[in-house]
DNA sequence: TTGACATTTCCACAATTATAGAAATATTCT
DNA sequence: AGAATATTTCTATAATTGTGGAAATGTCAA
């Protein structure tokens, strides 16, 4: 992953609306919710929902697909297991023993090394 | 955690230079760069350097101590743990089947329940 | 083909932020 | 005390971004 990818990813989840939107359909998983479902959990407007949705999905956080009139959106969760990869990726130089537990027990920076993906 | 202060950790990450400089600090792991040598290694002028320090810092993903004359960064193992457990809470309403492999092998989001710290 | 529905695109304004030089602060050595 | 070193704070300018109404687009039912 190119570091301007990643950028892109981090600034998409910078923001209040699209961090909500995002761990939303974490939570809703692979099935996802639809465009209009979004905007009512959330509370925004359509038009500022949609503007949202672009960003998230161009920065490879999210996938959509049409349903008759609906528009669907899920976590890409390839795309967010690469972008976490990237963060952490030759964490402490691949010694588990300098990392502690912080880290080990939810990303694996230590007892496996990081591919780049 | 709560979502401002995630979202003030993702903005952090967000920009070029602060992004080379938290995976310069993830890659050197505990003992941590001092600012001038962080300052050589991603190139940047030490005013510039200094306060992206200091957003990374405030936003909990850095720790600093002074030795003598100099200032040690490094990562904060803690808190990013805490940002990425917060990103991916509830992953799939805790189901295993759901997730696949995309992140169980980077992230706890399926194994375990994820515990919001 | 007309109308209803779901979502996106366009637009303009307000607000936030990256940058780096100069000066200030803090620490150490002689 | 005075000079040298390491880093931060101050300041101003340039550039990027969130917002939501109105209009446009795409889909479907009658």
Not at 62 to 73: A, D, M, P, T
């Amino acid at each position: 992953m190119e570091q301007k990818t990643a950028i892109e990813a981090f600034a998409a989840l910078a923001q209040e609306t699209r961090l909500g939107v995002f761990r939303l359909l974490v939570q809703a998983g692979p099935d996802g919710l639809t465009a209009g479902d979004i905007a009512a959990h959330i509370g925004v407007p359509a038009s500022t929902l949609s503007h949202h949705l672009g960003i998230l999905e161009r920065a490879g956080l999210l996938r959509s697909w049409r349903v008759q009139r609906q528009i669907y959106y899920a976590t890409d969760y390839e795309g967010t297991r690469r972008l976490l990869a990237f963060l952490m990726e030759d964490c402490c130089r691949g010694l588990p023993e300098l990392c502690g537990t912080a880290l080990s027990d939810l990303v694996a920076c230590c007892p496996k090394p990081t591919v780049d993906a």
